[in-house]
């Protein structure tokens, strides 16, 4: 399976997961992209699609609390920035993405 | 200056911004890409984050004896002191 093919299919697994949840794929459509293809080469290597801008480390139980999309894990978070960590989602009432930072979870919770 | 070390993952287009950032403004920095680390590097590189109360979520900048986790500018620049 090619990577555009898998990255259409994660889009396509994804999009209605985090419809669900109150969010969409980000309108920067770049950053879409190369997240996506981050995930599939991070599924290759692991077998699974990570985010992109969290450790994978040894402790599993810990690692599957960033298995995408990871928003159920972080609500409390997220729901703060209107965006999960790596920016692929979010809230479904966003339509500038630059405005939203990445601020970290220490200073939310 | 103040020293600044970067820690970061290949995969993330968040520390890709952070690396320019420091490059653009001429700023001496330390990287390393977690993912890309060997075990004991890793285990080192997240004991340092524990140690700021960092959880994990890159990129993680160490500026002076201050942490920055994510991508913030205008943290960078207050902390280095200088002008966006």
């Known amino acids: 399976m090619s990577a555009e093919s898998r990255k259409r299919d994660l889009r396509f697994l994804f999009g209605p ?9 980000s309108p920067d459509a ?6 996506l293809e981050q995930e599939v080469k991070l599924e290759e290597k692991h077998g699974i ?11 599993r139980k810990r690692n599957m609390k960033i298995v995408c999309p990871c928003i159920p894990f972080h609500r409390k978070h997220y729901d703060a920035m209107k965006r999960c960590w790596c920016g692929l ?21 | 200056m103040k020293k600044v070390r970067l820690y970061t993952l290949s995969t ?28 004991e590097e890793q285990e080192a590189i997240m004991d ?3 140690e700021y109360g960092g959880t ?29």
């Open chain 1, 17 to 25: 997961i985090v419809d669900a949840l109150g969010y969409k794929f």
């Open chain 1, 30 to 35: 770049e950053l879409v992209d190369f997240c």
């Open chain 1, 49 to 59: 699609p990570f985010c992109p801008c969290q450790a994978i480390t040894k402790d």
């Open chain 1, 89 to 109: 989602y979010v809230h479904k009432d966003v339509t500038d993405p630059d405005t939203l930072k990445q601020i970290p979870a220490s200073k939310v919770l």
């Open chain 2, 12 to 39: 993330c287009p968040w520390c890709r911004k952070a690396k320019q950032y420091f490059t653009k403004n001429k700023i001496p920095f330390e990287n390393i890409d977690y993912d890309l680390a060997t075990e």
């Open chain 2, 48 to 50: 340092q984050m524990d």
């Open chain 2, 56 to 84: 994990g979520e890159f990129p993680f900048a160490i500026i002076g004896k201050d942490s920055v986790c994510g991508f913030d500018p205008d943290e960078y620049a207050r902390l280095l002191g200088k002008h966006k």
